[in-house]
């Protein structure tokens, strides 16, 4: 496989980032002191940038394995950990904090809602992408009929969503909580090792927003099971984590704390 077709897709990753980060800039510059406006607009970059990367990875998986794929995305999310800030371009990060007591209801909405018009608007400018054909591994893609990735039984697929979504929460949780050496180099590594682990079964999206954007409507699978799969599986996962986490038992293993005497 010619690396030239790697090199197109790996420097129009690099632009969506570079795009993305220019843009949190003007967001911080112009709209600093506007209330939740700058925070939704973050969302929306934020998973904006997710999505068009998320996009080009799936041409990476297609013509250079997964293994590519992996090291790309490693990659990326090592990146994002570091330049998103409060966004996280994920409805279930802010549905926990509302279970937590640290954000309203209002909130969680309309950064659900910032994140996935972000994450969905942002095809089109893939799409013309694609259509220039800069490279083999994008003809014929910008106008294809996409295809789902789940393939089992979607009650399957969302228990795979959600156990693997409650292992990637949980370990995010403890690492913040240990703040270990490198943490967010091993956060990435637990994430992409589980995305890795579920890509034949049910893709491994372990985000609703994301696996909206890129397959909302694909054929495989009913809308229906699109939103079973990849919104309550993976939201209820997200939302276990948070009672889990506080368990004795849990932080034992994870945080290292001792049990409490009963």
Known sequence: MSMSALAVSSGFMIGCCV??????KFVE???KD????????????????????????????????????????FMLT????????????????????LIEGKQSLKDVALKSWAALMGGCCVYRIVQVFWWFE?????????????????????????????????????????LAETGPTFSSY?????????????????GGYFNPVLATALKWGC????????????????????????PLFKMSIVRKYLVGEKLKEE
């Open 19 to 24: 795009v993305a980060q220019i843009a949190r």
């Open 29 to 31: 510059k112009f709209f």
């Open 34 to 73: 506007r209330g939740i406006i700058p925070v939704l607009l973050n969302e929306a970059i934020a998973a904006a940038e997710l999505c068009s990367c998320c996009f080009e990875l799936i041409i990476v998986a297609d013509n250079y394995g997964v293994a590519a794929y992996a090291i790309c995305l």
């Open 78 to 97: 090592i990146w994002w950990g570091k330049v998103w800030g409060d966004a996280s371009a994920c409805p279930y990060t802010h549905m926990e904090e």
């Open 134 to 174: 800069l490279a083999h591994t994008h003809e014929g893609r910008a106008f294809q009929e996409c295809t789902a990735d789940l393939q089992v039984h979607p009650y399957l697929g969302a228990v795979i969503e959600g156990v693997a979504t409650l292992l990637c929460r949980l370990a995010s949780k403890s």
């Open 186 to 202: 091993i956060d990435s590594f637990i994430g992409t090792s589980l995305v890795v682990a579920a890509f034949n079964f049910s």
């Open 219 to 242: 054929t495989g699978h009913t809308n229906l099971e699109h939103i079973i799969v990849y919104w309550i599986g993976a939201c209820l996962g997200a939302i276990l984590s948070v």
